[in-house]
């Protein structure tokens, strides 16, 4: 055998044994399992045993003590119902007793010491509602019922007794039996005690019935203080004689006041219905006055808890909250501070009066004659503005009158003021709609009569100068189309409007605040405030006209001027020195008179520049056959024009302002397409292409007709204009995707690079004379 063999040989037999050993240990193994299986249920079931031999020691423990605790409850519930028992035979006494007692003291009217047995004698039987099935109990209970229904018929008729519904008033003072009576109605039925007090306030108002009826002549409103006064009187007589004798918490002297109120409410109602032809304006406003101030004295006496109950007693049905939308101001004898009080930080709100209108409330619908009237006033008012007008003339120039606002607008806020604090006080209601009417109409009428109405008209003429005479003319010797004092008028007028916007959008939001939540929607002065906007916007606009029209022959003779036999450049043209000269009258005098609404003069400098350069443009392309000489001078011109319009807002200021952004970006984008233009002209037109490409670059506008109208100024023939133009369709750039197509194009300016040698001469020599 060789050694490889006997190697194998030796591991095969290792591996054998091992094999074999690991199988008798397996054997072994689940023998020893089952092994320690059975002595573990073995130990599962001693632990059983042992649970259950606690179990049951315990079910004997609670059984041994249930048996020592019985004796101790049964002494318990015997202990509680004992006490129970003994309790309500003590209530069942203190009842029976009480009963008796209560029934024994009714016949005596000793009311003193029935207040508080009566109480108590309640306060037991309500231990015995759940006992009321015992005949005894409810015999008892009837017996109470039937005391107190004894006792409150007995009061009654004490009462009726003392103050008999005919006859005077019971002579002496207070009856102590009475007022002990009192307290036993505040323990009996609620019905019982209104019942006292109703008679009680009838009668005691009785007299004032007889005295103030309707057909006696103090019943009338001009009398109507001895109906203050008489409450007053008798007020005074109860506290004195009777203020003692009912309860503090019955408030009685606060019912007698508000009884006095409903009743007199009623018969000024009654009576103001009847003689309704007979209320005039003063007599109306007397009478109110009058309760008005009686009902803030009884808001200072008073703290109106009887509103909300008492027999007969309505809660006034006015909002408690203050009715004068100018509560705290004063009222200034010249409407300067019209602006100031409205602006001013709103004072501490005064309290709420419980007691508005509970009277005043009956007037409310006599208040028409209070409106009428206001409107005989305010049309009165508009005509004496509009004869004051007409005698005292449009302000004059150079005066502190000149462009300031109109005294009358001044004078018709005030007395609107004055006028809305009496509606105010008399209704938050439907007469403080009514009168905003009146006024709504009136403030139309003004901005049509005084403002609108004396807008200077403009002239139907249209003749201006001819081309000879601008040519020949000088500084200041012509005339703008309005006179300084018209310039003045329409600049007072816008100031005047702009006052009138801004205050009436004030008294707007007062009304709002002031007038009933679900009226406040129905207050719109909008229609008034569009009325005085379209008065600022004409003034502009005629303002803008004016200027317009003084500048329109100037323009109309550079259109005229033969520009193609200008032979050299010289200093800016006759035309310009007119236009110029033109804004130098007007502007300055704009300027000044709107010094306090300085946001319209920039408007109207806005609406000029966008009128006067368009304009202008349009007489460029009336000029025909330009030479490269009459390219220069317009261009020129319209760099001199250029800077004149930036210098607009300030021009014959000795204030030198920056003109607003919006208003320089308008003038460079007008002015720089002008001179663009004309740039064009100076190009050379060949060769074409080169043409058409600087146009489209310089003008970007693919507008065929404004490159026609570029090639009349050239002078081109109409055969080369024709080829021009197509070939101007062509060159045209394609519009970007998503876009109209329109011919507006948008391209950057020429830099100073592209720019010929010519056109740099031009601009060093613009600049030399600058």
Not at 197 to 221: G, T
Request: net charge neutral; glycine share 6%.
């Amino acid at each position: 055998m060789s050694l490889t063999e006997c190697y194998l040989f030796c591991v095969f037999r290792c591996l054998d044994d091992n094999i074999r050993t690991v199988v008798r240990g397996q054997t072994n193994v689940g023998q020893d399992g089952r092994q320690a299986l059975e002595e573990a249920q073995v130990a599962i079931g001693q632990l059983f045993g042992k649970i259950k031999d606690i179990k049951d020691k315990a079910e004997k423990s609670e059984q041994m003590v249930k048996e020592i605790t019985r004796d101790i409850k049964q002494l318990d519930h015997a202990k509680r119902h004992l006490t129970t028992s003994i309790t309500t035979l003590n209530h069942l006494h203190m009842l029976a007793g009480g009963v008796d007692s209560l029934e024994a003291m009714t016949r005596k009217r000793q009311y003193g010491e029935v207040a508080n047995l009566l109480q108590g004698v309640v306060n037991v039987l309500e231990h015995f509602h759940k006992y009321m099935g015992i005949p005894q109990i409810r015999q008892l209970s009837e017996r109470v019922k039937v005391a107190q229904s004894e006792l409150g018929t007995q009061i009654l008729a004490d009462f009726e007794e003392a103050f008999p519904a005919q006859g005077s008033k019971r002579a002496g003072g207070p009856s102590n039996v009475l007022r002990d009576a009192c307290l036993v109605a505040n323990v009996l039925d609620p019905r019982i005690k209104q019942e006292i007090i109703k008679k009680f306030i009838r009668q005691h108002l009785s007299e004032y019935m007889v005295l103030f009826q309707e057909n006696q002549d103090v019943a009338w409103l001009d009398k109507i203080d001895r109906r203050y006064a008489w409450i007053k009187r008798q007020l005074v007589d109860y506290e004195e004689k009777y203020g003692r004798m009912f309860p503090e918490e019955w408030c009685m002297t606060e019912r007698i006041a508000v009884e006095f109120c409903h009743i007199t409410r009623t018969e000024l109602a009654k009576v103001m219905r009847t003689r309704a032809k007979e209320i005039e304006v003063k007599l109306l406003l007397f009478a109110i006055q009058r309760t008005t101030n009686f009902e803030g004295l009884l808001a200072k006496r008073f703290s109106g808890c009887t509103l909300t109950d008492g027999p007969g007693v309505k809660k006034p049905e006015t909002p408690l909250e203050s009715t004068n939308p100018f509560l705290e101001d004063e009222i200034g004898e010249d409407g300067s501070e019209m602006e100031e009080d409205l602006d001013r930080p709103k004072k501490h709100k005064a309290p709420d009066n419980p007691f508005h209108g509970i009277i005043s409330k009956c007037f409310e619908s006599h208040l028409y004659v209070y409106i009428e009237s206001q409107d005989k006033n305010l049309g009165e008012m508009i005509d004496r503005f509009v004869s004051d007008f007409r005698a005292q003339g449009p302000p004059k120039a150079g005066t502190e009158d000149g462009g300031a606002v109109l005294p009358s607008c001044a004078d018709l806020f005030v007395y609107y003021k004055k006028c809305m604090v009496q509606c105010s006080q008399l209704s938050t209601g439907e007469p403080m709609i009514a009168f905003t009417t009146i006024f709504q109409k009136y403030l139309r009428e003004y901005a049509w009569k005084i403002l609108s109405g004396n807008l200077p008209k403009t002239s139907s003429n249209s003749g201006g100068l001819t081309i000879k005479s601008l040519l020949q003319e000088k500084e200041g010797s012509e005339a703008a189309k309005f006179t300084v004092e018209e310039l003045c008028l329409i600049c007072s007028i816008l100031s005047t409007a702009e006052y009138c916007l801004a205050t009436t959008q004030q008294l707007e939001e007062k009304l709002k605040e002031k007038v009933d939540k679900n009226l406040v929607e129905r207050i719109n002065l909008t229609g008034e405030m569009d009325t005085f906007s379209n008065v600022i916007s004409n003034s502009i606009q005629l303002l803008v006209q004016d200027l317009d029209a003084a500048c329109d022959p100037a323009l109309t003779a550079m259109s005229k001027m033969p520009w193609q036999s200008v032979e050299h450049v010289g200093d800016q043209s006759p035309y310009v020195t007119s236009v110029i000269m033109h804004i130098k009258q007007n502007v300055p005098i704009i300027r000044d008179n709107l010094a306090s609404t300085r946001k319209y003069f920039t408007q109207f400098c806005i609406k000029f520049t966008n009128s006067f350069i368009p304009k202008f443009i349009n007489h460029l392309f009336r000029c025909k056959t330009i030479s490269m000489v009459g390219a220069e001078q317009l261009l020129l011109d319209t760099h001199s024009l250029k800077t004149v319009l930036l210098d607009l807002p300030s021009i014959g200021s000795q204030v030198v302002r920056k003109a607003p952004a919006s208003y320089t970006k308008i003038v460079v984008k007008g002015m720089t397409r002008a001179e663009m233009i004309l740039k064009v002209v100076m190009a050379p037109h060949e060769p074409s292409v080169v043409f058409v490409d600087n146009y489209i670059k310089l003008l970007a506008d693919g507008n065929p007709e404004t490159f026609q109208k570029t090639l009349d100024m050239k002078g081109l023939k109409r055969s080369e204009q024709s080829s021009m133009l197509e070939l101007f369709r062509q060159r045209l750039p394609t519009p970007p995707s998503g876009t109209d197509g329109g011919p507006s194009l948008s391209f950057s300016t020429p830099t100073p690079e592209q720019e010929n040698s010519r056109i740099r001469k031009l601009e060093k020599l613009i600049k030399k004379r600058l």
